[in-house]
């Protein structure tokens, strides 16, 4: 095979990058909005009852022109009264520990529709914002059906995601392994929802944030699912976490679980901000 055509294959495998390349060096922080307290065993699945402190996060991503979230946190009142949490701060607040203006964010990449990810995208005025395309029909749609299943998911953010739709302020991501910004691509998550996904970045090193497809480190290192949409999901889950592993460059500490306080002690931490890149 001629260098030139390998040189193009394996360019266009996700994980192959080249120095020089156009890919910009992104920067990764998480921000904690809050604290909550739940029990491991609905986290990881078969895991004794035992409780722990988790970590409601918002993962900030910056590089070329973009200011990007993975998720939006939540503010709604419902959840707010119902969801017992502390040291609590609104999502567009918090943004502002990192640096950033709630307006000067970009793009929202929703991981999945749950209500304490999808319940912030009104708070960023000039953000568009990226679901999958299953999980936006099926949540503006069938899920509310006698048949459907809708937990978890807030009709007030549904309704905010079709009016971002009718605004021109939304981008449906058609399936897996999609890139969506150079050296950002979305994967299929293993159905922690009805088709909820997660994302790698790529440089050097990679990296992988898991939202709610992974909960915490502890399903990696025990090879256990997350909670997902259906019981059958459950083997789909663990095989997302594997291959999660495999795009983060075969390191397990460089995929970012959905509400692992841990990540705020693995990597440099300054108040509610910790700088994974």
């Known amino acids: 095979m001629k260098r030139s055509l390998l040189v193009a294959v394996l360019a266009a495998l996700p994980w192959v990058s080249f120095a020089g390349s156009?890919?910009?060096?992104?920067?990764?922080q998480a921000i904690r909005y809050a604290s909550a307290e739940d029990d491991v065993s609905s986290l990881v699945m078969c895991a004794p009852k035992e409780k722990i402190n988790l970590a409601l996060v918002?993962?900030?991503?910056r590089g070329g022109g973009h200011n990007i979230l993975l998720d939006s946190g939540y503010h709604r009142a419902t959840f707010l009264k119902e969801f017992p949490s502390t040291d609590y701060i609104r999502p567009d607040e918090a943004v502002k520990l990192a640096g950033l203006q709630p307006?000067?964010?970009t793009d929202i990449v929703i991981s999945h529709a749950h209500w304490d990810h999808m319940g912030g995208i009104d708070l960023f005025p000039k953000a568009t914002v990226w679901i999958q395309k299953e999980e936006f029909r099926y949540y503006t749609g069938e899920a509310w059906q006698p048949d459907g299943d809708h937990g978890g998911i807030d009709p007030d953010d549904v309704q905010q995601l079709v009016k971002l739709n009718t605004e021109g302020r939304l981008r449906l991501v058609d399936g897996d392994n999609v890139q969506l910004f150079p050296g950002i691509r979305a994967y299929m998550g293993g159905r922690?929802?009805?088709?909820?996904?997660?994302?790698?970045v790529e440089g050097n090193p990679p990296f992988v944030l898991a939202s709610d497809n992974c909960y915490l480190y502890r399903n990696l290192v025990e090879r256990k699912a997350s909670a997902t949409f259906s019981?059958?999901?459950?083997?789909?889950n663990i095989r997302n976490q594997e291959r999660m592993i495999q795009l983060a460059g075969g390191d397990m500490d460089r995929v970012i679980p959905g509400h692992d306080a841990l990540q705020f002690q693995k990597y440099p931490t300054e108040g509610r901000v910790a700088k994974i890149k």
């Open 58 to 61: 918002i993962l900030l991503i």
């Open 22 to 28: 156009s890919t910009p060096e992104y920067s990764i």
């Open 231 to 236: 019981d059958a999901d459950h083997a789909a």
């Open 192 to 200: 922690h929802t009805y088709a909820s996904q997660y994302l790698r």
């Open 103 to 105: 307006q000067d964010v």
